[in-house]
């Protein structure tokens, strides 16, 4: 069982959807919980983190973690071309490294 | 803001030749990061290094592979003998350590090609 799974997509949605990703894991140990946005042949740019269980809103974003469903999610609101991008989650075991474990990412397209 | 500066942008090498990826972190990270993302997969984790040594490498980061900081600013990697599939986006990462995860940034990341 891979420890980080997330449907590749991609999605397409129009402008002003509300739009849901999500990731399961397998690893209890994962403490940190993000959410980066990538541009094609970018690097990963940070949207969200959360830490342990619970929902963390910022702006048209909201991501929420289920520690006892392992089970991650980002949601956009009111989305928008600008939007269009692969969303990668990420988690971290809080160890001394912080090495990121990453999703495969998620295409995301909206449509004007 | 402050940004991770990594060169080359694209970087094309015969197979067998030596590569550097440069990376310059943001200037009051303590901890970098080496990861690599071969077109069409996931982004993966090669190496973390502190305080002038590897902290944690994974097993993709074998004897071919070697990280530097040689003056302070520039953070490098070094593939010794690149193969063909060692095509693939490298991306730099540095975090403060007293931030925890807000301050891991990524570079836009070097492009390597290897013919």
């Known amino acids: 069982q891979k420890e980080v799974e997330q449907d590749p997509g991609p999605l397409s949605v129009p402008e002003g959807a509300i739009v849901s990703l999500n990731c399961t894991y397998s690893?209890?140990?994962?403490?940190?919980f993000m959410w980066y946005r990538q541009y094609s042949r970018k690097g990963p740019e940070l949207l969200m983190y959360t830490y342990s269980s619970g929902n963390k809103e910022d702006g048209r974003f909201t991501a929420q973690v289920d520690k006892s469903s392992k089970y991650i999610s980002l949601f956009i609101r009111d989305s928008q071309p600008s939007d269009s991008a692969t969303y990668l989650c990420a988690m971290i075991r809080g160890d001394s490294s912080y090495k990121l474990i990453f999703g495969s990412g998620t295409r995301l397209l909206v449509r004007p | 803001e402050p940004e991770v500066t990594q060169t080359p942008s694209h970087q094309v090498t015969q197979m067998g030749q030596e590569v550097i990826l440069r990376c310059v972190p943001i200037s009051n990270h303590l901890y970098f990061y080496w990861y690599r993302q071969i077109l069409g997969q996931k982004v993966e984790f090669l190496v973390s290094f502190y305080n002038n040594e590897i902290s944690e490498k994974s097993e993709i980061f074998d004897d071919q592979f070697s990280v530097e900081r040689p003056d302070g600013s520039n953070f490098t990697l070094k593939i010794r003998s690149t193969k063909l599939e060692d095509s693939a986006m490298y991306f730099c990462?540095?975090?403060?350590?007293?931030?925890?995860?807000?301050?891991?940034?990524f570079g836009s990341g070097t492009r390597l090609t290897v013919v």
């Open positions: 990462a540095s975090r403060r350590i007293e931030q925890g995860v807000e301050g891991y940034t």
């Open positions: 690893n209890s140990a994962f403490q940190y």
